[in-house]
């Protein structure tokens, strides 16, 4: 990259005197309120919140009180493998939001893209008004959306009666613990349901989520396709029209163009909305506490929820910083995975050689014919 | 730059109108299903709670009442709601404005020890999720006293991550000579911030505008808990706890999405009113 | 680089010193709220009295009560109806500021008052002695008798006697045995309305199983007894009736609870406590109702029997006032007019007379006091109760023996 000469380093030798004295001073003075507010409000908490999972404090007084005992992993190890309650809890909170995750995050961002691009043909007229459309529903409040759900998908709702006009019996959506992907089946075969992961059967694990949790993903889909079309159409705007040009030309058709010249060309955005989508669902607390606070039979249970459960309901502080934490580092592993996953992979040296050109002594071979000698540009 | 020609495709017209029908009718139908829950939630508000019941499609009430709407501010705390989400949401505005801006041209534009690290720090920080502070966020709030008032409601929500970087950002990208000429003028650092830097840097403080109003407007964790007082409870959390707890008896539908609606428009009124603003603002956000 | 490490190890030190100051601060705190010399708190401040209402009409009367006593003592009192009553008083008391009288249920006793939040008054109390020695029992915990209680209810069968006399019954049919209530709720089961249509969960279910001779733990709650025949007749019962069509759970007819079943018609017959009659005139006043005794099982009589209790905070400034309001809210006049409002019984014995002098119809419910169990009370049984709730929504297609096994795991993991 050409380098033109830096007009800071001319400032930055000034720095000790002259126009830019109080700089230092203004910079801690101007940083000030961010550092208190975040240490207080996001540092200290973390670090405090790490304590408490790690003591037995009952929830009265501070946690910091000398009568609070240290008690090293116990409240880990009860989440993990404990076999009581709290392990049981724990899988099925883990296993309502692994499922969440599935659905939401692969339709959500299937969704938006397939807006963003619907959205973004040039052919299109009242473009603003579906842009406004589909966004409308990611500014209003988790709170209000969930009790609109809950109306929505009542029993003799709006959604079921839809579903008769088609001549489907809609499910009492909020109220039907039976997860989707057993069909109906009530007890599994034997070696799934004795064989548990977490306190629960391996037959639960497979069951999928349950209907009241499936209303919960369309939710979501609903109200955060929005924001990522927004990324997407971004993304899209900025991308060069010539390469589709080049494309056309080459002869690929309308699906080809999209699936391997455009996708790959927003890699980044994809990852952003994956990465965003990903922290967000794991977290997923507004809506339960809103609509059905784990119920029915604890299948939308998640473990944000758990967490606050087990510390302002039950007064089991510790235990709720523990799920908080593993949380935590389940979030951190999945965006770890996903990174992985879509990272750019080098192509192999195999492949590599069908784009070489042939070698002789003195250059390489130039599709024209003449020798080149070997440069590098 | 040369715009490029697009190659035609030698289409029969007829095809290419067949298509463009697709394109719209598939659009329309999809921007109906977003819609039509809104209108629902209206309409209903004004059914008796039997209609709301027996005919939940429909958009026109059989009667229109606004029994609703009448319990709804005669007979329930949500006028309180109003004024206490109303209060937190203007101060944690403009405070937002305020010290993320500071922040941001602190780490733009101002050197000093220690910046590199902050700014480390401060991306750090936004990537723990929410619900790890859930609980210590209660902890910190009780041991600091502000507990169950309007300074542990507001004063947590001052500064968010997210917002510095925005200015940040926007910061680095205004050209360094207006500042440096007000330097050599003789303005002090405080003086180029406020009067000169700020006023250039309105699309980034919109920004910074609607995302906090949104934002606060629509919180609920923190303010479950951050208050226990019901003359502290706010939009968010009072009609929470009508849609589900043990105030919520009975189905009273159309009090609950009477709430729902009346909660949704302030928000929804500057997102109108913004609308350019927040459908351009992506553009650029987006750096990988 | 090395500037670099010593910026992080600033950084880290500004943290750990953050750390500390806080632990400092916060060690101060700890002293606090362990006055046991049996002196009570007194202080100018208003009172806030907390309560988990079943409805407008129970909220109303508790007002009236408190302004009454407010008026004549002096002492400002304000009263606010908690939308999750369980985790308002956790956080009170977790944060230091907890409501100075609330309601407390026997299983929110045990986990409060083993953390001190509580102040053990029960001996304090004037009228102490009055109280059914049953419901003292519920409210002693490691032998201190903690709180007043404030009423108590008991399941009965309730009756819509329009759909009764629609379907051919008269007084002769009503039920006393299991298999004459089979009987009867498929009579009254029609496409409009179901037979019997109760909450699911063990606060209802359990009846059952007390009338076949079990219950979820013992009387005292130092045993668990879940996985025992007894229940499992109970629940097979139960789930028989429901996979006939003749009984369904509340939330599968769309209502919250039993009597809003029943009062918007859906359910010919529930099974509820003394709180249906309030809730129903304020609701649903045109149904006609009668209340019979629930039907004898196969170990004969059994129900449950529900109370509440004043909690008075250990932490409230104002202990002395908070007496002399609990004294009255659980005179006879204060109690009596409660029940009249939204329905429980009296706790005191010197109001049972009276009571049933003005409440005739309502005799069933005083009577099941006699052969009433009471719910677990032992620590964290309220977990496992909610958790054998979630599992019992699905009853119909499980296995009762599985469920109860299971509850009973938990729960002997909590008496150890």
Same mark, same amino acid.
């Given at each position: 990259?050409?380098?033109?000469?830096?007009?800071?380093?001319?400032?930055?030798?000034?720095?000790?005197?002259?126009?830019?004295?109080?700089?230092?001073?203004?910079?801690?003075?101007?940083?000030?309120?961010?550092?208190?507010?975040?240490?207080?409000?996001?540092?200290?908490?973390?670090?405090?919140?790490?304590?408490?999972?790690?003591?037995?404090?009952?929830?009265?007084?501070?946690?910091?009180?000398?009568?609070?005992?240290?008690v090293g992993f116990d409240n880990y190890a009860a989440l993990l493998g404990g076999g009581g309650l709290a392990e049981q809890d724990f899988g099925t909170a883990l296993k309502n939001n692994a499922w969440y995750v599935v659905l939401v995050v692969p339709l959500q961002t299937a969704v938006a893209l397939f807006l963003a691009v619907m959205?973004?043909?040039?052919?299109?007229?009242?473009?603003?008004?579906?842009?406004?459309?589909?966004?409308?529903?990611?500014?209003?409040?988790?709170?209000?959306?969930?009790?609109?759900?809950?109306?929505?998908?009542?029993? *003799?709702?709006?959604?079921?009666?839809?579903?008769?006009?088609?001549?489907? *019996?809609?499910?009492?959506?909020?109220?039907?613990?039976?997860?989707?992907?057993?069909?109906?089946? *009530?007890?599994?075969?034997?070696?799934?349901?004795?064989? *548990?992961?977490?306190?629960?059967?391996?037959?639960?694990?497979?069951?999928?989520?349950?209907?009241?949790?499936?209303?919960?993903?369309?939710?979501?889909?609903?109200?955060?396709?929005?924001?990522?079309?927004?990324?997407?159409?971004?993304?899209?705007?900025?991308?060069?029209?010539?390469?589709?040009?080049?494309?056309?030309?080459?002869?690929?058709?309308?699906?080809?163009?999209?699936?391997?010249?455009?996708?790959?060309?927003?890699?980044?955005?994809?990852?952003?909305?994956?990465?965003?989508?990903?922290?967000?669902?794991?977290?997923?607390?507004?809506?339960?506490?809103?609509?059905?606070?784990?119920?029915?039979?604890?299948?939308?249970?998640?473990?944000?929820?758990?967490?606050?459960?087990?510390?302002?309901?039950?007064?089991?502080?510790?235990?709720?910083?523990?799920?908080?934490?593993?949380?935590?580092?389940?979030?951190?592993?999945?965006?770890?995975?996903?990174?992985?996953?879509?990272?750019?992979?080098?192509?192999?040296?195999?492949?590599?050689?069908?784009?070489?050109?042939?070698?002789?002594?003195?250059?390489?071979?130039?599709?024209?014919?003449?020798?080149?000698?070997?440069?590098?540009? | 730059?040369?715009?490029?020609?697009?190659?035609?495709?030698?289409?029969?017209?007829?095809?290419?109108?067949?298509?463009?029908?697709?394109?719209?009718?598939?659009?329309?139908?999809?921007?109906?299903?977003?819609?039509?829950?809104?209108?629902?939630?209206?309409?209903?508000?004004?059914?008796?709670?039997?209609?709301?019941?027996?005919?939940?499609?429909?958009?026109?009430?059989?009667?229109?009442?606004?029994?609703?709407?009448?319990?709804?501010?005669?007979?329930?705390?949500?006028?309180?709601?109003?004024?206490?989400?109303?209060?937190?949401?203007?101060?944690?505005?403009?405070?937002?404005?305020?010290?993320?801006?500071?922040?941001?041209?602190?780490?733009?534009?101002?050197?000093?020890?220690?910046?590199?690290?902050?700014?480390?720090?401060?991306?750090?920080?936004?990537?723990?999720?929410?619900?790890?502070?859930?609980?210590?966020?209660?902890?910190?709030?009780?041991?600091?006293?502000?507990?169950?008032?309007?300074?542990?409601?507001?004063?947590?929500?001052?500064?968010?991550?997210?917002?510095?970087?925005?200015?940040?950002?926007?910061?680095?990208?205004?050209?360094?000579?207006?500042?440096?000429?007000?330097?050599?003028?003789?303005?002090?650092?405080?003086?180029?911030?406020?009067?000169?830097?700020?006023?250039?840097?309105?699309?980034?403080?919109?920004?910074?505008?609607?995302?906090?109003?949104?934002?606060?407007?629509?919180?609920?964790?923190?303010?479950?808990?951050?208050?226990?007082?019901?003359?502290?409870?706010?939009?968010?959390?009072?009609?929470?706890?009508?849609?589900?707890?043990?105030?919520?008896?009975?189905?009273?539908?159309?009090?609950?999405?009477?709430?729902?609606?009346?909660?949704?428009?302030?928000?929804?009124?500057?997102?109108?009113?913004?609308?350019?603003?927040?459908?351009?603002?992506?553009?650029?956000?987006?750096?990988? | 680089?090395?500037?670099?490490?010593?910026?992080?190890?600033?950084?880290?030190?500004?943290?750990?010193?953050?750390?500390?100051?806080?632990?400092?601060?916060?060690?101060?705190?700890?002293?606090?709220?362990?006055?046991?010399?049996?002196?009570?708190?007194?202080?100018?401040?208003?009172?806030?009295?907390?309560?988990?209402? @079943?409805?407008?009409?129970?909220?109303?009367?508790?007002?009236?009560?408190?302004?009454?006593?407010?008026?004549?003592?002096?002492?400002?009192?304000?009263? @606010?109806?908690? @939308?999750?009553?369980?985790?308002?008083?956790?956080?009170?008391?977790?944060?230091?500021?907890?409501?100075?009288?609330?309601?407390?249920?026997?299983?929110?006793?045990?986990?409060?008052?083993?953390?001190? @939040?509580?102040?053990?008054?029960?001996?304090?109390?004037?009228?102490?002695?009055?109280?059914?020695?049953?419901?003292?029992?519920?409210?002693?915990?490691?032998?201190?008798?903690?709180?007043?209680?404030?009423?108590?209810?008991?399941?009965?069968?309730?009756?819509?006697?329009?759909?009764?006399?629609?379907?051919?019954?008269?007084?002769?049919?009503?039920?006393?045995?299991?298999?004459?209530?089979?009987?009867?709720?498929?009579?009254?089961?029609?496409?409009?309305?179901?037979?019997?249509?109760?909450?699911?969960?063990?606060?209802?279910?359990?009846?059952?199983?007390?009338?076949?001779?079990?219950?979820?733990?013992?009387?005292?709650?130092?045993?668990?007894?879940?996985?025992?025949?007894?229940?499992?007749?109970?629940?097979?019962?139960?789930?028989?009736?429901?996979?006939?069509?003749?009984?369904?759970?509340?939330?599968?007819?769309?209502?919250?609870?039993?009597?809003?079943?029943?009062?918007?018609?859906?359910?010919?017959?529930?099974?509820?406590?003394?709180?249906?009659?309030?809730?129903?005139?304020?609701?649903?006043?045109?149904?006609?109702?009668?209340?019979?005794?629930?039907?004898?099982?196969?170990?004969?009589?059994?129900?449950?029997?529900?109370?509440?209790?004043?909690?008075?905070?250990?932490?409230?400034?104002?202990?002395?006032?908070?007496?002399?309001?609990?004294?009255?809210?659980?005179?006879?006049?204060?109690?009596?007019?409660?029940?009249?409002?939204?329905?429980?019984?009296?706790?005191?014995?010197?109001?049972?007379?009276?009571?049933?002098?003005?409440?005739?119809?309502?005799?069933?419910?005083?009577?099941?006091?006699?052969?009433?169990?009471?719910?677990?009370?032992?620590?964290?049984?309220?977990?496992?109760?909610?958790?054998?709730?979630?599992?019992?929504?699905?009853?119909?297609?499980?296995?009762?023996?599985?469920?109860?096994?299971?509850?009973?795991?938990?729960?002997?993991?909590?008496?150890?």
């Open positions: 990259m050409t380098t033109i000469p830096r007009q800071p380093r001319l400032s930055e030798r000034r720095r000790a005197s002259g126009i830019r004295r109080g700089e230092a001073a203004s910079g801690w003075l101007f940083t000030a309120p961010m550092l208190i507010l975040l240490g207080l409000f996001l540092v200290i908490p973390v670090l405090m919140a790490l304590w408490v999972s790690f003591s037995d404090w009952s929830g009265r007084g501070s946690p910091f009180a000398g009568s609070v005992g240290f959205v973004n043909r040039q052919i299109l007229k009242g473009r603003g008004f579906f842009r406004t459309a589909f966004y409308f529903p990611s500014v209003t409040s988790s709170v209000a959306i969930t009790v609109l759900w809950l109306f929505l998908f009542n029993s *003799t709702g709006a959604v079921n009666k839809l579903l008769s006009f088609v001549g489907v *019996t809609g499910p009492n959506w909020f109220n039907d613990p039976a997860g989707i992907l057993h069909f109906g089946v *009530t007890t599994g075969p034997a070696f799934l349901e004795n064989s *548990t992961a977490l306190g629960i059967p391996l037959w639960d694990w497979l069951g999928g989520p349950s209907v009241a949790m499936t209303a919960f993903v369309l939710l979501a889909i609903f109200t955060t396709s929005g924001t990522f079309m927004l990324l997407f159409i971004a993304a899209l705007q900025n991308l060069n029209g010539e390469v589709f040009e080049a494309a056309e030309m080459d002869g690929a058709s309308g699906w080809q163009r999209f699936w391997r010249v455009t996708l790959p060309q927003l890699r980044p955005t994809l990852f952003t909305v994956l990465t965003l989508g990903l922290i967000g669902c794991w977290q997923v607390f507004d809506q339960i506490y809103t609509g059905t606070r784990g119920a029915p039979g604890k299948t939308t249970l998640t473990p944000a929820y758990l967490s606050y459960q087990a510390a302002f309901q039950d007064q089991q502080w510790g235990q709720g910083a523990a799920i908080a934490f593993l949380l935590f580092v389940i979030i951190v592993l999945f965006t770890l995975l996903q990174r992985w996953v879509l990272s750019e992979k080098k192509v192999s040296k195999r492949r590599l050689r069908a784009y070489r050109l042939p070698e002789t002594e003195g250059g390489v071979v130039a599709p024209t014919g003449e020798i080149r000698t070997k440069e590098r540009p | 730059m040369t715009t490029p020609t697009l190659h035609r495709r030698a289409n029969p017209a007829g095809r290419l109108i067949l298509g463009r029908s697709v394109l719209y009718a598939v659009l329309i139908a999809i921007a109906v299903v977003y819609i039509f829950p809104f209108l629902i939630d209206v309409a209903t508000s004004f059914k008796t709670e039997s209609d709301a019941a027996a005919d939940p499609l429909s958009l026109v009430p059989a009667t229109i009442t606004t029994a609703a709407y009448e319990k709804l501010f005669l007979n329930s705390d949500f006028p309180i709601w109003f004024k206490n989400s109303a209060i937190v949401t203007i101060v944690v505005t403009l405070g937002r404005v305020f010290f993320d801006s500071l922040a941001g041209y602190a780490l733009a534009r101002l050197h000093f020890r220690g910046r590199n690290v902050m700014f480390a720090g401060l991306i750090a920080v936004m990537s723990v999720p929410a619900v790890v502070l859930l609980i210590p966020k209660f902890l910190v709030i009780n041991q600091l006293g502000i507990y169950d008032s309007y300074a542990g409601m507001i004063i947590p929500l001052l500064t968010d991550a997210a917002g510095i970087f925005i200015m940040k950002n926007f910061f680095e990208s205004i050209p360094q000579s207006v500042e440096e000429q007000a330097r050599i003028d003789g303005a002090g650092t405080f003086r180029v911030f406020w009067s000169v830097v700020l006023p250039m840097a309105r699309p980034a403080l919109i920004t910074i505008i609607i995302l906090s109003f949104q934002g606060s407007w629509n919180e609920l964790s923190h303010f479950i808990i951050s208050t226990q007082s019901p003359d502290l409870t706010t939009l968010t959390k009072g009609v929470a706890s009508l849609a589900s707890g043990q105030l919520s008896q009975g189905t009273q539908y159309p009090l609950k999405l009477a709430a729902a609606a009346i909660m949704t428009i302030p928000v929804a009124v500057v997102f109108f009113v913004f609308q350019k603003r927040i459908m351009n603002s992506s553009d650029g956000a987006v750096k990988e | 680089m090395q500037r670099r490490t010593s910026r992080w190890l600033a950084a880290g030190a500004l943290a750990a010193s953050g750390a500390l100051a806080l632990t400092a601060c916060g060690s101060g705190f700890s002293s606090g709220g362990g006055d046991d010399s049996g002196a009570l708190t007194s202080s100018n401040k208003a009172l806030s009295v907390l309560i988990g209402s @079943s409805g407008d009409a129970e909220t109303t009367a508790v007002k009236a009560a408190v302004a009454d006593w407010s008026s004549s003592s002096g002492t400002k009192a304000t009263v @606010s109806a908690a @939308s999750d009553l369980a985790q308002q008083l956790a956080q009170g008391f977790s944060s230091g500021k907890p409501a100075d009288v609330f309601y407390l249920s026997t299983d929110a006793l045990a986990g409060f008052a083993s953390n001190g @939040s509580l102040l053990a008054y029960g001996d304090k109390l004037s009228n102490k002695d009055d109280f059914y020695p049953s419901l003292v029992k519920s409210f002693t915990y490691d032998k201190k008798f903690y709180c007043a209680p404030k009423d108590f209810s008991t399941l009965a069968l309730e009756i819509n006697t329009d759909m009764w006399k629609a379907a051919g019954l008269t007084d002769a049919d009503v039920p006393t045995t299991w298999d004459q209530l089979e009987t009867v709720a498929k009579k009254l089961t029609t496409a409009g309305h179901v037979g019997l249509g109760i909450g699911g969960e063990y606060a209802r279910v359990g009846a059952f199983m007390t009338q076949a001779g079990g219950n979820l733990m013992n009387a005292d709650s130092t045993k668990a007894t879940a996985d025992s025949a007894a229940n499992v007749t109970a629940l097979d019962y139960v789930k028989k009736l429901e996979n006939d069509g003749t009984l369904k759970f509340a939330k599968d007819l769309g209502a919250g609870w039993g009597g809003e079943a029943f009062g918007k018609g859906l359910a010919a017959m529930t099974i509820e406590g003394n709180w249906i009659t309030g809730g129903l005139q304020a609701d649903y006043p045109d149904v006609k109702y009668t209340i019979v005794p629930l039907p004898k099982g196969p170990a004969g009589a059994g129900t449950l029997q529900f109370t509440n209790c004043w909690g008075i905070a250990a932490d409230s400034p104002n202990q002395k006032a908070a007496l002399a309001l609990v004294e009255k809210l659980t005179s006879a006049d204060d109690q009596l007019a409660f029940s009249k409002a939204f329905g429980p019984m009296p706790s005191i014995q010197s109001a049972a007379a009276d009571w049933k002098k003005a409440n005739p119809t309502l005799v069933p419910f005083l009577d099941a006091a006699d052969y009433a169990k009471g719910v677990p009370t032992a620590k964290g049984a309220a977990d496992v109760v909610t958790d054998f709730n979630s599992k019992i929504e699905s009853l119909a297609t499980s296995d009762p023996k599985t469920i109860l096994e299971a509850t009973q795991k938990n729960l002997e993991a909590l008496v150890k």
